[in-house]
């Protein structure tokens, strides 16, 4: 049962390192459409004060501009965003949770029968985290954001758990 759990640690680490990428990359995202509004507002209003020629094209284009400033809210990126802060400000408790009682697994305070309850106990909550905040449609499969989360838990993991070798 030892191994299962430390398997169900480093899923769920794997799942909040995963979430995670989501957030940073669809933060990005709405950092660099909020930056694209904001100069093409000013572009194009700088743009008719200076010309004063073509009105309905700068006004169109500046209408444009405040239709997509309107939408931006409603765009999947900002959901995934929202969503991935909270799931991981729970998963970093669910986290904690696993890895105190890791600890006492370790050292072999805890029987195997209590080890299955626990483990029943993290999946539990894990399950509830991801029907409050996700759904397949808000976070689909992304080999970029697994290839990122992998990367980070291995990294993790070296530091955490070094493997001691022997020195020959």
């Not at 985290?129 to 992304?142: D, H, M």
């Not at 990122?148 to 530091?159: D, I, N, Y």
Request: aromatic share 18%.
């Amino acid at each position: 049962m030892r191994d299962e759990f430390f398997w169900m640690y480093q899923q769920y680490k794997y799942s909040y390192y995963y979430y995670q990428s989501y957030g940073i990359r669809s933060g990005r995202a709405d950092t660099v459409i909020t930056i694209f509004l904001l100069l093409s507002s000013i572009g194009v209003i700088g743009s008719w004060w200076i010309w004063q020629q073509l009105p309905y094209l700068w006004g169109g284009l500046l209408g444009v501009a405040q239709v997509l400033s309107a939408i931006q809210s409603f765009l999947p990126f900002n959901k995934r965003k929202a969503s991935s802060q909270y799931i991981c400000s729970d998963l970093v408790f669910l986290i904690n949770e696993i890895e105190k009682d890791w600890h006492l697994i370790y050292i072999g305070q805890v029987s195997e029968q209590k080890i299955a309850l626990l483990i029943q106990k993290h999946q539990d909550s894990y399950t509830k985290i991801e029907q409050k905040y996700s759904t397949a449609t808000l976070f689909p499969p992304s080999k970029k954001h697994k290839k990122w989360a992998s990367q980070k838990l291995k990294e993790f993991m070296e530091v955490t758990y070094p493997i001691e070798q022997e020195v020959s």
